[in-house]
């Protein structure tokens, strides 16, 4: 395979001057780049907003060895106990070590509170960069040791504008409407956006085909259908669905929860649905089944 053939890990920014959005973050992270040392860090926020892009930059621009782990995979306490503290005990001839915890919502509650320990008895020279979509999903006493930060997408004028860059980097033709288009309908996901992008070239050229894209219109569709429960209801939201290429549901969830008044009088209820089947989105084999699975119990409510 090509090196660097994904444009997603070929333009991922390595410094500062390359990485869009979040400046409160990027002062934080220049601060610790100049002092080469960091704190317990925290990122958290929707995927595709840099929280694993700023926790690589961090330690390719300090002197440090680190270590990464991906949590969805690994997230016993054996880990803890044999892959991290196993490096954080060991001798290194640089000042810091590092270890970077992805997807750190997916570690155990046993991994997560071994964890507090671990943290406290090598921070003389270990540090720990943790990343989540859910904040919520790691424990309260673990978070009193961390410095959070709650990373929030770039604008969709800089995700253009980055996207541009890379085609021109390519040297790939290109149409401005067919840039944004693929931007109206991924952002925030600046990475998915990159992929689908990617995905769209042919022979040197954008060749930008909408109706294989997720229509982001399909959610104010929903809400029309919502508003005016039927029989028929289940049917036509699930065929929207499908029409519309979903495959993640991150988006519609909150779009449900912002718009709850609009379709329901028992707001609290539906909540509690919306947030139930959100959470078993994380581990669920189909989503799409969990989705209309929410969407039945809603129409049941009204």
């Known amino acids: 395979m090509k090196e660097h053939s994904l444009w997603v890990e070929k333009y991922r920014p390595n410094t500062l001057d390359t990485y869009i959005g979040n400046p409160t973050v990027k002062d934080r992270v220049q601060q610790c780049i100049e002092e080469n040392d960091v704190p317990n860090f925290m990122f958290y926020g929707p995927a595709g907003t840099g929280k694993t892009t700023i926790a690589k930059l961090i330690v390719n621009n300090i002197d440090c060895d680190y270590i990464y782990i991906n949590a969805s995979d690994e997230r016993g306490i054996d880990t803890v106990r044999d892959k991290i503290t196993g490096f954080a005990s060991t001798m290194s001839f640089k000042p ?102 990617q995905g769209f070239v ?23 259908i919502l508003k005016k429960p039927s029989s028929k209801s289940f049917n036509q939201i699930r065929q929207l669905v499908a029409d519309s290429n ?51 119990a809603i129409l049941n409510q009204l």
């Open 202 to 224: 042919r022979k040197g050229e954008l060749k930008f085909t909408r109706d294989v894209l997720v229509d982001s219109s399909y959610l104010d569709k929903m809400l029309a």
């Open 96 to 197: 810091l070590k590092v270890v970077i915890l992805d997807e750190a919502d997916f570690l155990m509650g046993a991994a997560q509170a071994a964890l507090r320990n671990v943290i406290e008895t090598y921070s003389k020279n270990t540090r720990f960069i943790f990343t989540c979509n859910y904040i919520e999903r790691i424990i309260e006493p673990l978070q009193s040791r961390l410095e959070t930060y709650k990373l929030t997408p770039p604008t969709k004028k800089d995700v253009a504008l980055n996207v541009v860059n890379i085609l021109q980097q390519e040297n790939v033709g290109f149409e401005a409407t067919d840039v944004a288009s693929i931007v109206n309908m991924y952002y925030p996901d600046v990475r998915k956006v990159i992929k689908t992008v």
């Open 246 to 296: 979903v495959s993640e549901f991150d988006n519609a969830f909150r779009y449900l929860f912002d718009n709850v008044d609009e379709y329901s009088k028992s707001a609290p209820q539906i909540a509690i649905l919306i947030g139930e089947y959100q959470y078993r989105s994380v581990t669920v084999p189909d989503k799409e089944i969990n989705f209309m699975s929410l969407i039945a």
